[in-house]
């Protein structure tokens, strides 16, 4: 099985990370995705996000209902200790042999990498898919990529999708101004958002 494992905070999933998945499915001809949300991802500050792990794991089984090719796994569903990608990576590996891993990520993490916890233990174990991302055109993610293949060994591809200029950020600063966040996130989570009051 080829599995791609789209990783986040997802503090909220939006169409961004659903469409990477979508056109990482089909340009690496996967058989699943799985929808991977970080209860207390190292580099952000839990204490100052205030949408806890079960909303943020429930947008993401609201969001991809009825998507049979996605899946969610919970393995980082964990408060308290943080997550890291090159454990889970590892565990992956050992609870799924015979899975071949494609991680997934935009342009943002694919030039912070190197600032991730033992991030070269992370090459051997799976394909990183990188999408294009805000200001980084297909020269510098070719650059990146180049780099991070000669000085690491790392298998990187760089993974086709439509750029949307579009992020968790703006989602909670929208709806904080009580402004539509339709049509950024599936009708499931704008609805979620709302009977919650999240991000008020
Ligand atoms: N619009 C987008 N285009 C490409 N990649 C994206 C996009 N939005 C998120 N990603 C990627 O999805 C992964 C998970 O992102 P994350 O959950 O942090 O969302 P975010 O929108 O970056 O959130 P925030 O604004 O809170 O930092 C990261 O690898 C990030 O680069
Ligand atoms: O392992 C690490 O040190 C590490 C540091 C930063 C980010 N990550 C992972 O990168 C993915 C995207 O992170 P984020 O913050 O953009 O949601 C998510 O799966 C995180 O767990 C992992």
Redesign the pocket.
Known sequence: MKIG?M????DPIHIGHLLLGEFAFEQFELDEIWF?P?GN????DTEEMDTSLSHRVAMVEAAIQGAPHFKISLH?AKEGV???????MLEFHELYPGCEFYFI??A??LF?IE?????KE?FPTCTILAAMRDDKDIADMQKQIAYLKEKYGADIELLRAPLLEISSTTIRERAAKGLTVHYMVPDAVADYIKEHHLYR
Request: proline share 7%.
């Open positions: 494992i990783g986040g905070t997802f991977l970080n991802p190292p580099h952000k980082e943080h997550s890291y990608t090159y454990q889970t990520l935009g943002d993490s912070s600032q991730w916890r033992y991030f992370i």
